[in-house]
């Protein structure tokens, strides 16, 4: 089962702070990120507007990584907006 977390101005859009889901889906695993993030941007429109490739950050159990990342069951994910300082 993937953990899956949402933060930030992304969690308000998408109105959900964490999803479970299995790593199994229609047969295939999700054993990327990029199929991941294809999934739920399934969802609906807010989901694959905000969730789009550049429009949110993701990071695999703690740590900042690519859509080519290998995921693995019991992950934590968590997607994010880009943060900007000033």
Same mark, same amino acid.
């Given at each position: 089962?993937?953990?899956i977390?949402?933060?930030g101005q992304?969690? #308000?859009?998408?109105k959900t702070?964490?999803l479970?889901?299995?790593?199994? *889906?229609?047969?295939?695993?999700l054993? &990327? /990120?990029?199929?991941l993030?294809s999934?739920?941007q399934e ?5 694959n #507007? ?8 993701v990071?695999?159990? *703690? ?5 080519? &990342? /290998?995921i693995n069951?019991a ?6 907006p880009p943060?900007?300082?000033?």
């Amino acid at each position: 089962m993937l953990k899956i977390l949402f933060f930030g101005q992304l969690k #308000e859009i998408i109105k959900t702070e964490c999803l479970e889901i299995d790593i199994i *889906q229609n047969g295939k695993q999700l054993n &990327t /990120v990029a199929k991941l993030r294809s999934l739920l941007q399934e969802k609906g429109e807010a989901w694959n #507007e905000y969730l789009d490739y550049g429009k949110a950050l993701v990071a695999v159990n *703690q740590e900042l990584t690519s859509d080519d &990342t /290998v995921i693995n069951d019991a992950d934590e994910i968590a997607f994010f907006p880009p943060v900007t300082g000033g």
